[in-house]
């Protein structure tokens, strides 16, 4: 297994739910491999799912999110076991819950910020 730097990150930081921050955070997290090309299609069907099927003040589903992203994988040819998915998002959904202001209210949107 591939040995990483685990950094301590907050949910209080100014950039927590942007998409290195996010990154950072499922990594210090799982026990298997994930490529970096992986992640970003993980990320990109996250951000997909955010601002298309959630939007302005609708609900965020885990499962939901997860089929959501599946199929955006799935599309990109990707075959990332459904079970791994699924700890991956359950570290962003508990991340993002405790990041202050991150589920907002229906007149609010926040959505992760792209990589700069």
Not at 7 to 33: C, G, M, W, Y
Not at 35 to 44: A, G, K, L, Q, T
Not at 85 to 109: H, N, T, W, Y
């Amino acid at each position: 297994m591939k040995t990483t730097n685990k950094k301590l990150i907050s949910p209080f930081t100014e950039d927590a739910f942007s998409e290195p921050v996010l990154h950072q955070v499922v990594l210090n997290k799982i026990d298997f491999a994930l490529p970096d090309f992986i992640w970003d299609e993980i990320n990109e069907g996250f951000e997909k799912y955010w601002d298309e099927e959630v939007g302005l003040g609708n609900y965020v589903y885990f499962e939901d999110a997860c089929l959501s992203i599946q199929r955006h994988l799935n599309c990109a040819g990707i075959m990332l076991p459904y079970d791994k998915l699924e700890i991956i998002m359950e570290i962003l959904f508990d991340f993002i819950a405790k990041i202050p202001g991150a589920f907002l209210d229906e007149s609010a949107m926040v959505k992760p910020k792209s990589k700069q």
